[in-house]
């Protein structure tokens, strides 16, 4: 035992003499990482200098760039954007901080807004075509509006992801909610509608929807995509708000859900391919579309699944075994495949979904493991609250999405699982 204890002793020494991220490493006793401030300190200096963000074309910096530096200034070499899932992301955060702080500062519902505003106004394809005026998943920096032809990363120049569109309609639905402003409704409805329009039989190797849509044509580019939950997110507020021309839909992919993508993830995964828009490699299978089904499972429970504790771990379960890595001592979780580097939004992501399932089933199993893939992330934090898009080196600013957008609202549902975590 005494042997043990100096083993122990020896790890926490040299653990505590390294840096992660922006900050000097802290361990507990027993080797567990512990934040280098308290929660609610770190998220109240990154939201603080994102509400000082410089505003141009009517929009903070960072909603109309994916890379962005420590000094709000567009990283120069990458021009390239995400609209929908990096505003829509920042929506949910947005609003779930709103709520969280009791909704003291209105300018948090203002950026918000802003986010919804650039989808609604700025990144939707031309009224034509087979998907008109839907939500684009990639384009340009700095433009207003996109252009036709504006694909990035792995999207050809007329292409569209439908699962983005998704999530921005889901996004923009929770606006709408909160601010009762119908645009943001009828944006909402024209995704819906254009999905449902353009639904494909599923089996065991197609998703209700390809990947990659040339939004012209129709013609599809990769036969599955991992990310069918935010399209069920949507199709299930739309028909809550009485909408119940998209019944069938929901009730469609659903069913595909249950019973060939989570039984996917006992085999090969392979319903779980694609989602990150800078990827094209047809059997890159991710964590951020399993991990966030789960969190879907864990929030409605019964309501849509009898077995949704048995199918939420069987989740989680595939991403600790075939996405996590160990870094500075503790086990991190991956994006996918092709990186398995855990970025600020998957870690978080990571963190959330299993700090949800450790509060609603009382198993302690994930609750250590949410703590250190949370307090992890929060190291990409400078103390002036800018943060770096992972916790990896030091550094400030990058990928937008994951330094911010797609990290606050992963705390928020921690918090709400563990409180006691913020202090």
Not at 7 to 34: E, W
Not at 244 to 255: G, I, K, M, Q
Request: charged share 25%.
């Amino acid at each position: 035992m005494q042997i043990q204890l100096s083993v122990l002793s020896l790890f926490v020494a040299v653990c505590s003499a390294q840096t992660i991220g922006n900050h000097k490493a802290m361990y507990d006793a027993h080797g567990t990482l512990l934040p280098w401030t308290s929660w609610l300190d770190a998220l109240n200096r990154e939201m603080k200098w994102y509400l000082n963000c410089p505003i141009e074309h009517g929009y903070p910096r960072f909603v109309y760039m994916t890379f962005m530096d420590g000094d709000y200034k567009p990283m120069v070499r990458h021009p390239d954007f995400i609209p929908a899932t990096q505003n829509g992301m920042g929506i949910l955060s947005y609003l779930k901080y709103y709520v969280w702080t009791k909704k003291q500062n209105p300018k948090i519902l203002q950026l918000a807004r802003a986010m919804g505003d650039y989808l609604v106004k700025e990144s939707l394809t031309p009224d034509m075509g087979k998907w008109p005026r839907f939500t684009r998943s990639t384009g340009w920096r700095e433009k207003f509006p996109q252009p036709a032809d504006c694909g990035s990363q792995g999207d050809r120049p007329y292409e569209i992801e439908p699962d983005k569109g998704g999530i921005a309609g889901y996004a923009l639905f929770l606006l709408w909610e909160e601010t009762k402003d119908d645009k943001y409704l009828k944006q909402a409805l024209q995704n819906a509608r254009v999905l449902a329009t353009n639904m494909q039989p599923a089996d065991e190797s197609h998703s209700p929807w390809p990947f990659r849509v040339d939004y012209r044509t129709g013609e599809g580019r990769g036969p599955v995509s991992g990310n069918m939950v935010f399209i069920v997110r949507l199709f299930d507020k739309l028909v809550e708000a009485g909408h119940n021309e998209f019944t069938t839909a929901r009730e469609t992919v659903l069913d595909w859900i249950l019973n060939n993508q989570i039984p996917s993830a006992a085999k090969d995964g392979a319903m779980w391919c694609q989602f990150f828009e800078d990827h094209q490699e047809l059997d890159n299978r991710t964590s951020w579309a399993p991990l966030n089904l789960a969190r879907y499972l864990i929030e409605k429970k019964e309501a849509v699944d009898d077995d949704w504790q048995e199918h939420a771990k069987a989740l989680i379960d595939f991403c600790v075994r075939r996405f996590t890595v160990f870094r500075s001592g503790a086990l991190m979780c991956g994006e996918q495949d092709y990186d398995k580097e855990p970025w600020g939004g998957i870690a978080s992501t990571f963190g959330a979904v299993l700090a949800m399932y450790s509060a609603v089933t009382g198993s302690p199993e994930y609750k250590g493991l949410a703590y250190q893939n949370l307090n992890y992330v929060l190291y990409a934090i400078n103390d002036d609250g800018c943060p770096r898009e992972n916790a990896l080196h030091p550094g400030r600013g990058g990928w937008q999405e994951d330094a911010h957008t797609d990290k606050i609202h992963n705390y928020m549902d921690a918090l709400t699982a563990f409180p006691e975590w913020g202090h």
